[in-house]
């Protein structure tokens, strides 16, 4: 009897063992990047290519998208931030060192932007794979526009009041003023940033919106003068209304690097490399700036890309206009928490 139950259980733990081998765990990449930020048709031929099914969410703002990965670094595998955010998220233990040895495509990158991130946000290029880039900068319509647009000071002149619009951010409203008054975009000092918000709060009444993307539909409209905007999104407004001109003020703007991540938590670290791999292809660079129209640091996509954009100073400025700006640092909590006292009392 004892020996035919001893058969019996045998038996079942062997069916088990057997069925479970033959449940294969499903491959899954969670990729968190930016809205709009990507060619959708590279989503789905990353998966037919890997067999890796992608599960793929959107955010707004950095602000908005590090208290996630900071509550659960295991949410996603890759992220998408900016420079600053990044900086951010390294010092407090979210992420994990990327091993550029694995990706055969990195060479692709040229090497000052490596430099660039080397020297500002990622010491040794450790943790942060370049993406994109661009600058900060007016957008306005030429016909609703009768003044040279040269100075971010134009953006308190009540002749457009109610025709303006401001970015949604913290980071990038305060850069405004910050140049404006001659002060640094990394300013910390308390005085400073309190002469930001006064001059903010004294622009308030001229502002239409503080918006975010919903500044492309506004200023292709045509119903407003003046934007706040980054580089990237000037070619697509300009296809879609050829009224549109961008320019970086003479005071000095922000340059900005957005790159991808691999968190601290990631459950699928095998296709995360898979992922940054296949989008520094040039190939697929190339493709992904004419879907996004933000500038690419992918320098072997370029032979894909139409010289007429390659020479567009509004998508890819000259050193010149570049000398001028700075890459936002990461300034540590208490100036964050500066940042935004002072935001608040602007609206």
């Known amino acids: 009897m004892k020996k035919t139950i001893a058969v019996l259980l045998a038996s079942v733990m062997a069916l088990m063992?057997?069925?479970?081998?033959?449940?294969?765990?499903?491959?899954?990449?969670?990729?968190?990047?930016?809205?709009?930020?990507?060619?959708?048709?590279?989503?789905?031929?990353?998966?037919?290519?890997?067999?890796?099914?992608?599960?793929?969410?959107?955010?707004?703002?950095?602000?908005?998208?590090?208290?996630?990965?900071?509550?659960?670094?295991?949410?996603?595998?890759?992220?998408?931030?900016?420079?600053?955010?990044?900086?951010?998220?390294?010092?407090?233990?979210?992420?994990?060192?990327?091993?550029?040895?694995?990706?055969?495509?990195?060479?692709?990158?040229?090497?000052?932007?490596y430099a660039a991130l080397s020297d500002f946000v990622d010491p040794g290029n450790q943790y942060m794979v370049p993406y994109t880039w661009g600058t900060v900068?007016?957008?306005?319509?030429?016909?609703?526009?009768?003044?040279?647009?040269?100075?971010?000071?134009?953006l308190w002149d009540e002749k457009y009041a109610g025709s303006i619009l401001m970015q949604d951010s913290v980071r990038d409203a305060f850069l405004v003023a910050e140049k404006l008054l001659g002060y640094s975009a990394n300013t910390t000092d308390p005085s400073e940033l309190a002469a930001c918000s006064e001059l903010l709060h004294k622009q308030y009444p001229l502002v239409k919106g503080y918006v975010i993307d919903e500044v492309r539909d506004k200023m292709i409209a045509?119903?407003?003068?003046?934007?706040?905007?980054?580089?990237?999104?000037?070619?697509?407004?300009?296809?879609e209304n050829p009224d549109l001109a961008y320019v970086i003020p003479d005071e000095g703007s922000n340059m900005w690097y957005d790159g991808w991540v691999i968190t601290k938590g990631a459950r699928n670290v095998d296709a995360a490399y898979q992922w940054l791999d296949f989008l520094l292809r040039a190939d697929i660079a190339a493709r992904n700036f004419e879907y996004i129209t933000y500038p690419t640091p992918n320098l072997a996509s370029y032979e894909y890309i139409d010289e007429e954009l390659l020479n567009d100073p509004a998508i890819f400025p000259g050193e010149d206009v570049l000398k001028r700006c700075e890459v936002f640092k990461y300034l540590g909590e208490e100036a964050?928490?500066?940042?935004?006292?002072?935001?608040?009392?602007?609206k």
């Open 17 to 113: 063992i057997f069925a479970g081998c033959g449940k294969q765990k499903e491959n899954v990449l969670r990729v968190y990047n930016w809205g709009e930020y990507i060619d959708e048709g590279l989503v789905e031929e990353f998966e037919e290519e890997t067999g890796i099914r992608v599960i793929y969410d959107e955010f707004t703002t950095n602000e908005e998208m590090y208290p996630r990965i900071e509550a659960d670094p295991s949410l996603y595998d890759v992220v998408c931030p900016s420079d600053y955010m990044v900086e951010k998220m390294m010092k407090n233990g979210l992420l994990q060192k990327v091993d550029l040895s694995k990706l055969k495509n990195k060479d692709n990158i040229g090497a000052q932007y």
């Open 137 to 154: 900068g007016i957008l306005y319509n030429t016909t609703l526009v009768d003044d040279p647009v040269n100075s971010w000071s134009i």
């Open 222 to 239: 045509g119903d407003t003068a003046l934007a706040v905007i980054y580089s990237g999104e000037y070619m697509y407004c300009k296809e």
């Open 336 to 346: 964050e928490d500066l940042y935004y006292e002072q935001w608040k009392k602007v």
